[in-house]
């Protein structure tokens, strides 16, 4: 039997050994954001309950508004369908928080940190490496801080919101793909400079 | 490739959606009191039309929701998307419905009798 002493906690791109570093005048910088708190809360955005309790744990009600984020200190809630959040959050007790929150109410709320793998991809050419394998309008005139999209990125799907107008986009994707998306990204930016750098 | 409104979402592209095959065929309430032969109609009949059909897709790589459309199988022109449960609204939608075999089927009238509580 293994010994848990000697187990370590990996990432789903621990096994790539990524190294660190990259010229500083790269166009994009890539970071994975590591065992951030996902969770995926549910529930009717027309039960004001549901969205006071939301509030009084996340300090921010739910987005009812397709393809809008919300955001306070504690978490970020995007919009992923008319009765589903995914919620970011640096607080790792923030599952059982909500849940007590919700407790009683038509809601669920379901970890699914280690389903998924947060990449954050920043930098003045972070947009053409987004559009070239991306059938949406990310011109700033469309899309910008505060909205997020479910779609395809090279092919996959994923979950992204812009967080700023460097740009820098946070995608979501699923464990098993994240490799996959790792080296597209890393391909894709190939032309304009890549940066690895560390979360913190 | 076709261009369809998700009606959350917005407009995408198709291959970020799902073919739900023909809309507004109801299950049998009793399927006991159907003969093989309308079971059959049921289960596996189509109405193949050419022009405007009644569709469900789910936007799939999406938001995930159905949603039913009526769509001209001729020219793929997307003439009316409505959610589900309920009936189109469009000229051509509601001739589409109405002109459908399968109003006049023994499933869907066992269907509807089982709704009704007769």
């Known amino acids: ?200 | 490739m076709l261009h369809i409104t998700c009606p959350w979402c917005g407009p995408r592209d198709d291959n970020e959606f799902h073919y739900g095959g023909e809309a507004h065929i109801l299950r049998p309430a009793a399927p006991e009191k159907l003969s093989d032969g309308e079971w059959a109609e049921y289960l596996f009949l189509k109405q193949n039309a050419k022009g405007p059909f009644l569709e469900r897709w789910s936007h799939s790589a999406g938001c995930r929701q159905w949603f039913n459309v009526v769509r001209n199988t001729a020219t793929d022109e997307i003439i009316e998307i409505y959610p589900m449960g309920e009936l189109p609204k469009s000229p051509e939608g509601i001739k589409a419905y109405e002109g459908n075999w399968r109003r006049q089927s023994a499933a869907e009238k066992n269907a509807k009798a089982g709704v009704s509580g007769t």
């Not at chain 1, 919101?161 to 190939?190: C, K, N």
């Open chain 1, 1 to 200: 039997m293994a010994d848990l002493e000697t187990l370590t906690t990996r990432t789903a791109l621990d096994p790539m050994d990524i190294v660190i570093g990259g010229p500083s005048d790269a166009g994009v910088t890539l970071t994975e954001i590591p065992f951030q708190t996902r969770l995926v809360l549910r529930g009717l955005p027309s039960d004001k309950k549901f969205t006071a309790a939301v509030k009084g744990a996340l300090g921010v009600e739910p987005p009812s508004k397709p393809g809008t984020v919300t955001s306070s200190k504690t978490a970020r809630v995007l919009w992923t369908a008319p009765n589903e959040w995914m919620v970011y959050s640096d607080d790792t007790g923030l599952a059982a928080t909500l849940t007590k929150a919700v407790a009683g109410l038509h809601a669920a709320v379901t970890e699914v940190t280690e389903h998924y793998t947060l990449i954050r991809l920043s930098g003045r050419h972070a947009r053409d490496v987004m559009i070239k394998g991306c059938a949406i309008d990310l011109h700033p005139r469309e899309f910008g801080p505060g909205q997020c999209v479910q779609s395809h990125l090279g092919r996959i799907t994923v979950l992204f919101d812009q967080t700023d107008e460097t740009p820098s986009y946070h995608i979501l994707v699923r464990a098993s793909f994240a490799e996959y998306l790792w080296m597209y990204l890393e391909d894709a930016g190939l032309e304009f400079g890549v940066r690895i750098e560390a979360a913190g």
